[in-house]
């Protein structure tokens, strides 16, 4: 592992550090229950980091992004997580659409779509999940057909973050319904005003509305619209789940750290009620404090190692799996463990008087980060097959 930081990145982490202090939305988590407020907040975040040049910061200039190294980017994501601040409303754009179209996209294509996520004009959602496909996501049933100059499209995609705010989709449909489940599926960029589209925002257990359902009916779009080869697009899809499963370790460990330490600052007041002991003092949550604290940071050495590779030009293989697996696995016993200290007050939610329901927040999304971008199951079959050589 090689990522020393030089002194210009120091700086680099020294300025972002003051800017995040300044700029950063305080207490955005207590807006869940108002989606549009909620909305708001990322929107006017994601504009005023782009603004700053905090948007694509390993980039291309040529492209609209900053034209900085890898290694900046790990920076700014760490020192968000350290200050509390959203991801933003357009992570997937940034996160998981731009890197594969700088891997996989014709030049017309990067140009084109690439400018316009680093200045936060075009939000971008995920048409991934069906009702019917989501761990085996192979098995999708959306489909696209050719028509002249067109592809149409028919289906439902499910659990899409943000539909409601995003211009843009990128969306798996079959396109040859008599090849092999994994092949004739091709992977298409679509505009979410197009025609045929409906949109419905799903209640989730966390109050948020941030995911929905979308609905393609008869949906049009230009013959040129897909990413790579026809029927090729599983691959281009997995090239996007890397990104997902690999992206953000740092930042998302960050992230945890802060919220390790806030939790730690309770157990100074907070009492066991079986005992009336203190929870610090006492040798059972001592001890699970520990284990969290250690898990968190070796979280942090493998988000590390995943960013040498990337800034030393290797390709990241099952290791982002393993990350995947590791940190949803160590965020929901984080999860369980805040709901434990918080004994009976953790039922009351917004009105516990401990840290405004943010561990209730944090505990409940912790069950998500099991699902999406492929569940433990799936990951712990991938580092079977591929890691340890097993057989299916």
């Not at 294509?109 to 316009?116: A, E, N």
């Not at 659990?159 to 449909?173: D, G, I, K, R």
């Not at 899809?237 to 992206?247: K, M």
Request: net charge negative; aromatic share 10%; hydrophobic share 40%.
């Amino acid at each position: 592992m090689d990522l020393r930081e030089t002194e210009q990145q120091h700086d680099y982490r020294m300025k972002a550090r003051a800017w995040l202090e300044v700029n950063a939305p305080r207490n955005w988590e207590l807006v869940v229950e108002n989606y549009t407020e909620l909305a708001k907040v990322l929107t006017d975040w994601e504009c005023s980091m782009a603004a700053a040049g905090y948007v694509g910061i390993s980039v291309s200039k040529e492209y609209g992004g900053q034209g900085l190294t890898f290694m900046e980017e790990i920076i700014f994501n760490e020192e968000m997580g350290r200050a509390g601040a959203p991801r933003g409303i357009n992570n997937i754009g940034r996160n998981l659409l731009v890197p594969t179209l700088l891997a996989v996209a014709s030049e017309e294509q990067k140009k084109r779509y690439v400018p316009k996520v680093m200045s936060a004009e075009e939000i971008w959602c995920q048409g991934y999940s069906e009702p019917n496909a989501g761990s085996d996501l192979a098995s999708l049933a959306t489909k696209a057909v050719r028509d002249g100059d067109e592809w149409v499209i028919t289906g439902q995609k499910v659990w899409t973050s943000f539909a409601t705010e995003a211009q843009m989709c990128f969306v798996l449909a079959r396109t040859d319904t008599s090849a092999p489940k994994h092949r004739g599926i091709t992977y298409f960029l679509v505009p979410m005003d197009t025609p045929g589209i409906t949109v419905r925002p799903l209640k989730q257990l966390n109050t948020k509305s941030d995911f929905c359902e979308v609905f393609f009916e008869n949906v049009r779009i230009p013959a040129n619209s897909h990413v790579g080869e026809i029927n090729e697009g599983w691959k281009v899809a997995n090239t996007t789940l890397t990104f997902e499963r690999g992206s953000g370790a740092l930042g998302r460990t960050a992230i945890y750290m802060k919220a390790f330490h806030d939790l730690l600052a309770l157990t100074t007041d907070l009492e066991v009620p079986a005992t009336g002991s203190k929870v610090i003092e006492d040798s059972h949550y001592r001890q699970r404090l520990a284990k969290s604290y250690i898990e968190f940071a070796i979280l942090r050495y493998h988000g590390l190692n995943i960013a040498s590779q990337i800034v030393n030009n290797q390709k990241i293989g099952p290791e982002a799996s393993m990350q995947k697996l590791y940190y949803s696995e160590a965020h929901k016993r984080f999860g369980e463990l805040a709901m434990d200290i918080e004994a009976h007050r953790a039922n009351y939610w917004f009105d516990s008087g401990l840290a405004n329901g943010k561990f209730q927040l944090s505990y409940l999304e912790s069950r998500g980060d099991t699902i999406h971008s492929g569940t433990s199951q799936v990951q712990k079959n991938i580092i079977a097959e591929r890691v340890l050589g097993m057989p299916r």
